[in-house]
């Protein structure tokens, strides 16, 4: 029991000082950076018009106190088992339901828009905002 326990402190020091497992429960888009493979994503976000009014949680996380801690530990998780374990595509992809979660907040954000170009986006005949 002693050892188990003496695991899971090392396991939750390395995750919250060593990987600053914290600063992923904020909403600083700098966390994301805690991962070299996203220094040209946050590069991008900090030349692009979204930089004003919206961070990475704001288009990669579900609205909802639950959701968005429900994605963002998944993600969190898959993300941490991929890069331990090296096995990741490069690029890197987003996968099917983070891509449905940005999509819904692209057409959120910009409804007016995507309302006066797509009027029938229900079901299979949604445009695709990130081609």
């Known amino acids: 029991m002693v050892i188990l326990i ?11 000082i060593y990987a600053r ?7 600083d888009p700098r966390a994301c950076m805690n991962c070299h493979m996203m220094n040209d994503h946050y590069a991008a976000w900090t030349k692009s018009t979204h930089r004003a009014v919206a961070v990475c949680n704001d288009c990669h996380t579900p609205s909802g ?4 801690y429900a994605t963002k530990a998944n993600n ?11 096995r990741f595509p490069e690029p890197l992809r987003i996968t099917p339901g983070n891509r449905t979660i940005a ?6 954000c910009h409804a007016d828009i995507v309302d006066a170009i797509d009027p029938n986006h229900a079901g299979k005949n949604r445009s695709d905002c990130i081609r």
């Open 103 to 108: 999509l819904d907040a692209c057409r959120k």
């Open 65 to 68: 106190f639950f959701a968005k």
């Open 21 to 27: 497992g914290g600063s992923y429960l904020t909403n």
């Open 6 to 16: 003496g695991i899971a402190a090392g396991i939750g020091c390395y995750t919250f």
């Open 76 to 86: 969190g998780f898959w993300h941490s088992f991929g890069f331990t374990t090296g």
